[in-house]
């Protein structure tokens, strides 16, 4: 059975007049100490956003609410009913920077997230500097053979060497004998030279010369001959032999053929070739050529037919067979 209120008793906080007072567990409301405690440390509003300025109004202290406690929990501290926080001293406001500070920028200190302060260069691995090094080398040594190149071709243009000049002054076959299908002669000529050059010395070795019939493919003899020098706006002469080659003969229809000139006309039309290289010299380069001379339809007279020694029959009025060149 309930008791009635009794009128002396004064009122909680939370309840209304007429209403009667509510049952539970909540613990007692805070004291007259907890309340003063309350007005003299008020609780600060939260701090200013980003800016400088408030984005929402300064929030105002709501009524006290009696409000439950958990079992081992102290009770919540807030504003008792009617009282209001004091105010901010003069010249200061909530969000007033006491420090002097300036508040930081809008977006933070980097405005682009993604930016990095400016470092120093990487460290280039010891690879890295052997390989540049082997490329400058590399790099010379290309422009040296093109500048040495280009010299070349500058001087070769400007001091180009003149074509020596070849010319057959005698030409003789002795021994001549074709028994059997069998040859066997030697030949012997003499060449004169000339350098034609007023200031390129000219050497010519390697020396070889072929005797051949009809074909310069098929050549009949050969040998192999001594260097010779000629200086400049000078001239030599040159001897030449050759002999049959060992173990090798032409074949059967040339040795009849040259059978029947010698014995019918009393003469057989030979031609020799003369490969050799030719260094042309001066005080400062010189040039190498690979040169070859062709004699050509060199008329060996026989006389009387069935001799055996033939000699080299000149044009009317003709000291010298002239020789074709050709350079490589």
Known sequence: MASSPDPDQPKRHGEQEGSSPSISNSSPPPSDDASRSLESHPQQPPPLATGGQPDHQTPQPQPYQQQSQAV???????????HQ????????????????APPPPQGGYYSNPTYLPPQGPPARPAGAMVSGLARGI???????VVLSAIFSVFSYTIVRPKQPIFRLASFSVTNFNISNA????SWDAKM???NPNHKLTAHFDRIQNYVYYKDPGNYLAF???????VGTDANTTMTLRAWMINNEQPNKSLLEEME???KSRGSVRFGMAIRLIGTF?????????????????????FNPPATTTGNFTRTAGDTHKECSIYVA
């Open 223 to 229: 040998n192999s001959d001594s260097p010779v020098s």
């Open 72 to 82: 081992g929990y102290p009770p919540v501290i807030g504003y008792p009913p009617g």
């Open 192 to 194: 004169f030279v000339e």
């Open 182 to 185: 069998v040859l066997t002669a």
């Open 85 to 100: 926080p004091p105010p901010y001293p003069h010249g200061y406001g909530p969000y007033t920077n006491y420090g002097g």
């Open 260 to 262: 029947n000139d010698r």
């Open 281 to 301: 010299r001066s005080s400062s380069w010189n040039v190498v050529e690979r040169i070859q001379v062709s004699c050509q339809d060199i008329t060996v007279t």
């Open 138 to 144: 590399l790099t010379a040594i290309i422009i040296l």
